[in-house]
Structures are given as structure tokens and as C-alpha cells.
């Protein structure tokens, strides 16, 4: 049966390649305290609440239309469709632990609730309870078909290495000396090694990232969403966890790639909210501050983005603002209608 060493291997993991890491997340952490004085806050804590549950429900291969996101997020609507509930669950899960995170105990029970509360408007016999079938950790591939990156444990060694696993993180998290984000994400590895439920351990591991984010006063999900980014880069997720999970029951895995792809998420997620901030405190008005957004971006940039930085801002203005900056040849149009990108001149 596995072994897990928490201690040990956070202990380990102090590499050069990592602190490098470590530092600028905690500079950028210091920096976005400024975050609580921008105006609209709650808009900007919502546009990250839905763009990181439509992600961590794509990534778990659950999808609904722009209509049915809308129904569920801006209509209020009742989920009727199986991925309506699940999609609707999830929000409700990360609502739960945006209440109850400063004095909830990290513990089996919660991580089963937090299970439940995907599930529990439409199969409530089905959250919470752990896998009693053997599963598999698969990635899609482009023809449709699935291929198996890790067989996870058996389902008799569920509840016997999980409870284990959670109590050497409790135990490493009262040491101050203890690297909380790495802790964090070798957990996470591990967690995901023992795919404790037949369904929905993706999307658990990303609330679980949620939840010991903020116990440790890492709040950046609240106002930018690290499964959005996950999202853009799964590719480099899917790498990074095949990587980690080699030997893996024989204990001689080397969680180093997976730790170092973690938190270059964490640290990319500061800097977009650093961004954001810096774009909404300019003194100028919209159509400056879309420009300069236009001209920052690398690459040829949408609309939802836009949005997305100006969130105080109306999507009537931004558009207005588009349009007359195109028209005047200070930025260019790349395409028409639905997928239609701006770039600089």
C-alpha cells in the first residue's frame, strides 16, 4: 500500500527552481491587498466565481450552452439537465466554502460535503459517497477516444489512505516551517492519485484548491479564477501530472513538476489580478484604458477578456469604444461577428 511522508517531501521540494516561485507569489500577494479598495468589487469577485465553475466543469467533461449558462447565472433559473445541476452544484459548493472557510476543519467530512454539494439537487445518494468500482484517470484525445495516464487505488484503500493523507496534512500545516503552497499542492497530487470517488474528483481537487487557498490567506480565486487558467492549460497540466504520478504507488514518484506547474498557475493568477487593478486605477478614461489593453496583449485579444479586466465598466461602453478605435485605425479587427479579436496597429 502507498506511503505518504508529507514532512519529508515538502521539506525536499526548498529547490531553487521552486523558490524562485514562492517568492513573487507572496510579493504579488502583498501588492493585491489593493484589490478591497476598487470599485464594484462584487462584480469582479462574481465574473471569477463563474468563469471558475464553467471551467472546473469543462475540464470535468461537463458542458451546457451560453444560454444555459446565462439561465443558471443571470436568469436564475432552476437546473433542469443533469449538467445544468452539476454546473449549478459546483457554484454552490465554492459559495459554502466562501462561508464556513475561516473556522471549518480540514477533514474527511468536509471533503465528502463539498462532494455532496455537486450532487445533491439531482442524485443526493451519490455525493459523498466514496468509489466502490475501480476508476481511471483518463485524458480525451482529439478522435473522441480516452487513453489511462493512471489507475488510481482500489477502493478498499480509500478511506485508509485518504484519512492518512489528511492527517499529515494537518500535522505539517501546524509547522510554521512548512511551505503551506507546497504543501497544498502535493496534497492535491496525492488526493487526485487516490481518486476517492467514482465521479467528480477533478472538480473536487479544484474546491479543495479553493478551500486551502484561502485558509491560508491565498485569495486570489476570489477575484481570479486559477481554474480558468488551468483550463487554458491543460495540456501543460495533463504533462505535469503524468510526470508526478510515475512510480507513484511505489512511493518513488517525484512530485517536483506537477508543484512547480501548480504554482506557476497561482503565481500567473496574481499577476492578472495586479493587472486588473493597475488598468482599473488609471485616471483616464475608457477608451485609454482599452487601448492600452489591446496594446498589452501579445497576441490578438475578445471581447470577454476586455470585459473581463474593465469589469466596472459597461459592455455597452466597451463596444462603443471598440468600434471608434477601429474605425480610426488605431487598432485593427482580426475577424468578424462571434469569434472577432482586436490587435494593435
Not at 519529508?8 to 491587498?33: A, M, Q
Not at 492518512?164 to 496534512?169: D, R, S
Not at 495533463?238 to 512510480?247: F, Q, V
Not at 487593478?277 to 485609454?288: G, H
Request: aromatic share 12%; proline share 3%.
Amino acid at each position: 500500500m502507498k506511503m505518504f511522508d508529507l514532512q519529508r517531501i515538502v521539506s525536499t521540494l526548498s529547490t531553487p527552481e521552486i523558490n524562485s516561485l514562492l517568492g513573487p507569489i507572496e510579493l504579488y500577494r502583498g501588492k493585491t491587498l489593493a484589490v478591497k479598495k476598487l470599485k464594484k468589487l462584487e462584480e469582479l469577485k462574481n465574473i471569477a466565481l463563474r468563469s471558475g465553475v464553467m471551467a472546473s466543469c469543462t475540464l470535468g467533461n461537463v458542458f451546457i450552452s451560453e444560454t444555459q449558462e446565462k439561465d443558471l447565472f443571470e436568469r436564475k433559473k432552476a437546473p433542469v439537465t443533469f449538467q445544468e445541476h452539476m454546473v449549478s452544484g459546483y457554484a454552490e459548493a465554492i459559495k459554502l466554502i466562501d462561508k464556513v472557510y475561516k473556522y471549518q476543519p480540514f477533514d474527511l467530512s468536509f471533503i465528502s460535503t463539498l462532494h455532496y454539494y455537486m450532487y445533491k439537487d439531482f442524485n443526493p445518494e451519490f455525493g459523498g459517497k466514496f468509489k466502490d468500482t475501480q476508476n481511471y484517470m483518463q485524458e480525451s484525445l482529439p478522435d473522441g477516444s480516452y487513453r489511462t495516464i493512471f489507475v488510481p487505488v482500489a477502493p478498499e484503500e480509500v478511506v485508509t489512505l485518504l484519512d492518512n493523507l489528511v492527517y499529515q496534512f494537518n500535522e505539517c500545516a501546524r509547522d510554521e516551517h512548512c511551505n503551506k503552497l507546497i504543501l497544498i499542492c502535493c496534497f492535491l497530487l496525492d488526493f487526485i492519485c487516490i481518486h476517492p470517488y467514482n465521479h467528480g474528483n477533478g472538480r473536487l481537487s479544484r474546491l479543495i484548491l479553493h478551500f486551502l487557498l484561502k485558509k491560508f490567506g491565498y485569495d486570489i480565486d476570489d477575484f481570479f479564477s486559477l481554474s480558468y487558467l488551468l483550463n487554458q492549460k491543460v495540456g501543460g497540466y495533463i504533462d505535469a501530472l503524468i510526470s508526478s504520478t510515475d512510480k507513484w504507488s511505489e512511493s518513488e514518484n517525484d512530485y517536483t513538476q506537477y508543484v512547480i506547474f501548480m504554482l506557476k498557475i497561482i503565481l500567473e493568477g496574481y499577476r492578472k489580478l495586479d493587472y486588473i487593478i493597475e488598468i482599473n486605477e488609471l485616471s483616464v478614461n475608457a477608451e485609454e484604458k482599452v487601448k492600452r489593453i489591446v496594446y498589452d496583449s501579445m497576441t490578438p485579444i475578445n471581447k470577454a477578456v476586455i470585459r473581463n479586466v474593465l469589469y466596472a465598466t459597461s459592455p455597452a461602453t466597451i463596444e462603443k469604444t471598440l468600434s471608434k478605435l477601429t474605425k480610426e485605425n488605431q487598432i485593427q479587427l482580426i475577424n468578424k461577428g462571434r469569434y472577432s479579436k482586436y490587435f494593435r496597429i
